[in-house]
């Protein structure tokens, strides 16, 4: 997340991320301390959610009242699941089985330190290894989305999905062409599910964007 945040910070978008919904699932184990340095760095609020309709809302509504206040913290709105520390047995087992190395993000291309590889020690367990797949390395990646798709500025914020030319024409959820429409949580494919009565469209334009 937070050398994601960096691509924006370099290339910001308009109008500019203001706050963070972390995700509760990861949250249980790293805990919303690992949410910090987004707070810290970017000056803006970040708040762990659920993942019901109520968490979100009342994600959105803390972030409002930061916002509101000038403030810019982590806040845990996922009590029933995630603490301050996370889960510290699992976060040692973590760090045991796998190194942190750069790399690639679908759209995006290399990020440094945002991957995890399984140590050496336990390369036994490496399925790239057994099977004999190749590691993606920065010299030999290449844009990995298909052509005309904007699968990657959707992800950034950088468009809506209804701005690709592929969305419901295309690239439809019963016949993906992009990422975004593959996976039921893919932006796009929630948009083509809720959008199709104008009323994604309409809180775009309500919260201006």
């Known amino acids: 997340m937070l050398y994601s945040l960096e691509i924006l910070r370099e290339k910001p978008t308009?109008?500019?991320?203001?706050?963070?919904i972390a995700p509760g699932h990861v949250s249980t184990i790293t805990g919303a301390k690992a949410w910090?340095?987004?707070?810290?760095?970017?000056g803006i609020p970040v708040v762990v959610a659920g993942f019901e309709p109520v968490d979100v809302l009342a994600a959105v509504a803390?972030?409002?009242?930061?916002?509101e206040a000038g403030e810019a913290r982590v806040a845990i709105e996922y009590t029933r699941a995630v603490t301050w520390q996370g889960d510290l047995?699992?976060?040692?087992?973590?760090?045991?089985?796998?190194?942190?190395?750069?790399?690639a993000w679908r759209g995006i291309g290399f990020l440094p330190y945002s991957g995890l590889r399984i140590r050496e020690q336990l390369s036994r367990y490496d399925a790239l290894k057994h099977f004999g797949?190749?590691?993606?390395k920065p010299e030999t990646w290449r844009k990995d989305t298909p052509p005309g798709c904007r699968c990657a500025e959707v992800i950034l914020g950088k468009a809506k999905p209804?701005?690709?030319p592929m969305f419901m024409k295309k690239c439809t959820p019963s016949s993906p062409y992009g990422p975004?429409?593959?996976?039921?949580?893919?932006?796009?494919?929630?948009?083509a599910r809720l959008g199709g009565a104008g009323l994604a469209e309409e809180l775009a334009r309500e919260l201006g964007l």
């Open 36 to 42: 910090t340095p987004v707070a810290e760095s970017f």
């Open 14 to 20: 308009e109008p500019p991320v203001m706050g963070v």
């Open 162 to 164: 209804t701005d690709c």
């Open 180 to 191: 975004c429409m593959v996976s039921v949580e893919g932006t796009c494919a929630i948009w």
């Open 133 to 136: 797949i190749e590691e993606i």
């Open 62 to 67: 803390e972030i409002l009242r930061q916002l």
């Open 89 to 103: 047995k699992a976060q040692a087992m973590i760090h045991r089985a796998f190194e942190t190395v750069h790399s």
